[in-house]
């Protein structure tokens, strides 16, 4: 070997191990508490904000982990991707169990129940009719549909069309319903991202996927102050917090008719569609939070109520005894705010009464009381 080889091998190795060292020192740098990781995903952002002590190299394998969990929620429940596992399933032939992923029949069983106990007013066979009122990839013109056209879609609708085996890991289609999980996948994401940080034994953080958020441990782990979470003001406007309250190892879901619309003569057309009329809801409800351990049963809840309405909702959340809040329009074009018993029981009375949250008092047992006098 000539002494130019030979030198030019030294120089090679040289600049390797100072590569190495650089990378390794980069990836052991210690970071600066918050780590917060940021981005657009599904048509919405997500925010995770971690506190546990971490370096370079550990914050990127932690995102990378829980954007692979989004991906693989988008790839089993995206209505915008056709290779997506819900959009196979939504054109599988009628009557036969079709085999599917854990999470998806996860996802499925949850829509079922809360289906059956809000009586259909969540319905995720509402499919046709969030692509007739432009909500949904049919990429369609903002525009009020003609009453054949809603009546059409409104006779494709039925959540008991769709069978879930949970023992079997299977489900069907019993009539052509087009599954649609916009109202609960955010959430079921939320979770996941939540249950990949515990699994990579991450213990303070806050995910925020496009409103719903999900918390671990503390937003200062030393001083054990707690994340908090804004609930916005219901107006189209920027964002602004009517309320902020503690989050505690809990989730929260929030529904409301002020971000996704479309106006046409000065009315205003939401996202939620009331599976009973086949139209946008309509409702003096202007927005509801669900606390929930788990965010996919918060969102789809949250929907739930946003469909009923206030005086139903709370009637709803009252069997269910859901911890929710409902911000409710008044006739001034402000707003109420009712905690549900289990809400006000949670947060408990003075954080409430400081808060100006009214407890909702239930009129049939006004009633009662009354009659019993
Ligand atoms: P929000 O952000 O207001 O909570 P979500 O994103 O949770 O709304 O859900 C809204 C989406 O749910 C709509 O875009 C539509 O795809 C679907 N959807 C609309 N109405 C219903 C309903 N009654 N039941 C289930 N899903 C619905
Ligand atoms: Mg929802």
Same mark, same amino acid.
């Given at each position: 070997m000539n002494r130019y080889h030979r030198s030019s091998r030294v120089i090679g190795l040289v600049l390797l191990i100072t590569l190495l060292l650089v990378g390794c020192s980069e990836n052991d740098r210690p970071?600066? &508490?918050?780590?917060?990781?940021?981005? &657009?995903?599904?048509?919405?952002?997500?925010?995770? /904000?971690?506190t546990d002590p971490l370096t370079q190299g550990e914050a990127n394998a !932690?995102?990378?982990?829980?954007?692979?969990? !989004?991906? #693989? *929620?988008?790839?089993a429940m995206s209505t915008y991707r056709d290779d997506a596992e819900l959009m196979v399933f939504n054109e599988t032939p009628l009557n036969e169990w079709q085999p599917l992923s854990n999470e998806l029949i996860e996802v499925l069983a949850i829509?079922?129940?809360v289906s059956e106990e809000s009586s259909g007013a969540f319905d995720?066979?509402?499919?046709?009719? *969030?692509? !007739?009122?432009?909500?949904?990839?049919? &990429?369609?013109?903002e525009v009020v549909p003609s009453e054949t056209e809603l009546n059409e879609r409104l006779a494709t609708v039925g959540y008991d069309a769709?069978?879930?085996?949970?023992?079997?890991?299977? &489900?069907?289609?019993?009539?052509? *319903?087009?599954a649609d999980l916009s109202a609960v996948a955010k959430g079921h994401a939320t979770d996941r991202v939540a249950a990949y940080l515990d699994q990579q034994g991450v213990e303070h953080y806050l995910v925020n996927l496009g409103g719903d958020l999900i918390s671990r441990g503390y937003r200062d782990p030393e001083t054990q102050e707690s994340w908090r979470v804004g609930i916005e003001v219901p107006h189209t406007g920027p964002q602004q917090a009517q309320h902020i309250l503690? !989050?505690?190892?809990? #989730?929260?879901? /929030?529904?409301?008719?002020y971000r996704n619309y479309f106006e046409e003569d000065g009315k205003r057309y939401s996202h939620?569609?009331?599976?009973?009329?086949?139209?946008?809801?309509?409702?003096?409800?202007? #927005? *509801?939070?669900?606390?929930?351990? #788990?965010n996919a049963w918060a969102d789809a809840w949250a929907t739930a109520l946003t469909v009923t309405g206030s005086d139903a909702g709370m009637q709803l959340a009252l069997e269910h005894d859901l911890n929710a809040l409902l911000l409710i329009k008044s006739e001034e074009g402000q707003w109420q705010s009712l905690g549900t018993p289990a809400f006000i029981n949670y947060f408990g009375d003075a954080l409430v009464e400081e808060l100006g949250i009214d407890a909702w008092e239930d009129p049939s047992a006004t009633r009662q009381t009354a009659t019993g006098e």
């Amino acid at each position: 070997m000539n002494r130019y080889h030979r030198s030019s091998r030294v120089i090679g190795l040289v600049l390797l191990i100072t590569l190495l060292l650089v990378g390794c020192s980069e990836n052991d740098r210690p970071l600066e &508490a918050p780590v917060r990781f940021e981005g &657009a995903i599904f048509g919405t952002f997500y925010q995770v /904000t971690v506190t546990d002590p971490l370096t370079q190299g550990e914050a990127n394998a !932690l995102e990378e982990g829980f954007l692979e969990e !989004l991906e #693989s *929620v988008d790839q089993a429940m995206s209505t915008y991707r056709d290779d997506a596992e819900l959009m196979v399933f939504n054109e599988t032939p009628l009557n036969e169990w079709q085999p599917l992923s854990n999470e998806l029949i996860e996802v499925l069983a949850i829509s079922r129940s809360v289906s059956e106990e809000s009586s259909g007013a969540f319905d995720i066979t509402v499919g046709g009719l *969030v692509n !007739l009122w432009s909500f949904g990839p049919e &990429a369609r013109p903002e525009v009020v549909p003609s009453e054949t056209e809603l009546n059409e879609r409104l006779a494709t609708v039925g959540y008991d069309a769709i069978d879930v085996d949970t023992q079997a890991m299977q &489900a069907r289609r019993t009539r052509d *319903v087009f599954a649609d999980l916009s109202a609960v996948a955010k959430g079921h994401a939320t979770d996941r991202v939540a249950a990949y940080l515990d699994q990579q034994g991450v213990e303070h953080y806050l995910v925020n996927l496009g409103g719903d958020l999900i918390s671990r441990g503390y937003r200062d782990p030393e001083t054990q102050e707690s994340w908090r979470v804004g609930i916005e003001v219901p107006h189209t406007g920027p964002q602004q917090a009517q309320h902020i309250l503690p !989050l505690e190892n809990m #989730s929260v879901a /929030t529904s409301g008719d002020y971000r996704n619309y479309f106006e046409e003569d000065g009315k205003r057309y939401s996202h939620t569609i009331d599976p009973r009329t086949g139209r946008p809801v309509n409702n003096r409800l202007a #927005s *509801v939070s669900v606390f929930h351990p #788990s965010n996919a049963w918060a969102d789809a809840w949250a929907t739930a109520l946003t469909v009923t309405g206030s005086d139903a909702g709370m009637q709803l959340a009252l069997e269910h005894d859901l911890n929710a809040l409902l911000l409710i329009k008044s006739e001034e074009g402000q707003w109420q705010s009712l905690g549900t018993p289990a809400f006000i029981n949670y947060f408990g009375d003075a954080l409430v009464e400081e808060l100006g949250i009214d407890a909702w008092e239930d009129p049939s047992a006004t009633r009662q009381t009354a009659t019993g006098e």
